[in-house]
T-cell receptor, first 110, second 116 residues
């Protein structure tokens, strides 16, 4: 059964604006990870947040995690055309179970 | 360090035929995963190997799918006989450690399978 569910399904913004996408999940987790997929390529790991962390930053990325609401958000600041891609959250439960959602398609217009 | 490689990148076959997908994980990565994405839907887990052993194959859709990982190195995923609903992109990923030690997955570029 599907664990992570991203929202919105698609997002279109102007270069320089911020992009926010959300992920909701159903069960308890060890950590939550965000990945990016460029068209025709594999997924690339962006950032990981552990279940005991609430916020994490990496460059222009900011991730928050609210375990009481079983939700996470990914903020990309000052977006660039090169950020155009699909973004997926993956919840990790147990020792090995990585479950992905349907993804958010982000389009950054130059 | 070489990444995860998958072969072929594309495959078009007729219903009823057999197709074998191959994945070479990053050297030293004991964990190998197969996922599938059908157009617009979630990236669905198929199965997970730890070395040569199947740790979890709960996502395999039916017995037309057979995955192997001989010697704990590369893995193959065979679909026999293929059906129309098997079309999609098949991803392979590997990791050195399991998820509980907060390890990211490294993905290949996927194999796009089209069954006509």
């Amino acid at each position: 059964s599907q664990q992570g569910e991203e929202d919105p399904q698609a997002l279109s913004i102007q270069e320089g604006e911020n992009a926010t996408m959300n992920c909701s999940y159903k069960t308890s987790i060890n950590n939550l990870q965000w990945y990016r997929q460029n068209s025709g390529r594999g997924l690339v790991h962006l950032i990981l947040i552990r279940s005991n962390e609430r916020e994490k930053h990496s460059g222009r990325l900011r991730v928050t995690l609210d375990t009481s609401k079983k939700s996470s958000s990914l903020l990309i600041t000052a977006s660039r055309a090169a950020d155009t891609a699909s973004y997926f959250c993956a919840t990790v439960s147990g020792t090995y179970k990585y479950i992905f959602g349907t993804g958010t398609r982000l389009k950054v217009l130059a | 360090e070489a990444g995860v490689t998958q072969f072929p990148s594309h495959s078009v076959i007729e219903k009823g035929q057999t197709v074998t997908l191959r994945c070479d994980p990053i050297s030293g990565h004991d964990n190998l995963y197969w996922y599938r994405r059908v157009m617009g839907k979630e990236i669905k887990f198929l199965l997970h190997f730890v070395k040569e052993s199947k740790q979890d194959e709960s996502g395999m859709p039916n017995n037309r799918f057979l995955a192997e990982r001989t010697g704990g190195t590369y893995s193959t995923l065979k679909v026999q006989p293929a059906e129309l609903e098997d079309s999609g992109v098949y991803f392979c990923a590997s990791s050195q450690y399991g998820g509980s030690v907060h390890s990211p997955l490294h993905f290949g570029n996927g194999t796009r399978l089209t069954v006509t």
